[in-house]
């Protein structure tokens, strides 16, 4: 039992340090995006991968961070190609968060005058093709920067 608990260990170890190895690449339709997060949100970006792929849906996206701290961003092609500009920001903003600002999922919601509206781009669900992302897109990248609600 001790010898293949040992080779398991070995295992693990093994793919973790090849993810080392692995150079920073980013596709360079994610790369305005990035160079954006980075400098609004004053965080270097310089060692997030980022690449299309595709993935099973409903998932639009998601960051991965190995055990190295090597970290890297994963976004559906089929959904990047049917979204405007502000989704994609919004999308992109949010798994940064994860893989930048190593923030988690947020529930939280607002009241607005024109109802309740998602609190964070942390938010589990993208909405960045909704009315309320364009109309509060500064307060949601404030928020982002300070990991706090959006305040109207």
Request: charge should be negative; glycine fraction near 6%.
């Amino acid at each position: 039992m001790r010898m293949s608990l040992s080779i398991v260990t070995l295992l693990l170890s093994a793919c973790g340090t090849a993810n080392s190895a692995a150079p920073v690449v980013v596709d360079s339709d994610l790369l305005p995006y990035m160079q954006s997060f980075g400098i609004e949100m004053q965080k270097d970006t310089g060692n997030v991968s980022a690449s299309f792929r595709d993935l099973a849906p409903p998932t639009l996206g998601f960051c991965e961070v190995w055990s190295d701290d090597t970290r890297s961003i994963s976004i559906d092609r089929t959904s990047w190609s049917g979204m405007t500009p502000l989704g994609r920001e919004e999308l992109m903003y949010h798994e940064l968060g994860h893989c930048v600002l190593n923030l988690l999922h947020d529930n939280s919601t607002v009241d607005v005058p024109a109802g309740t509206i998602c609190g964070s781009i942390m938010n589990p669900y993208w909405f960045g093709d909704a009315w309320f992302y364009s109309m509060y897109r500064v307060l949601y990248k404030e928020a982002l920067k300070n990991n706090t609600l959006i305040r109207p």
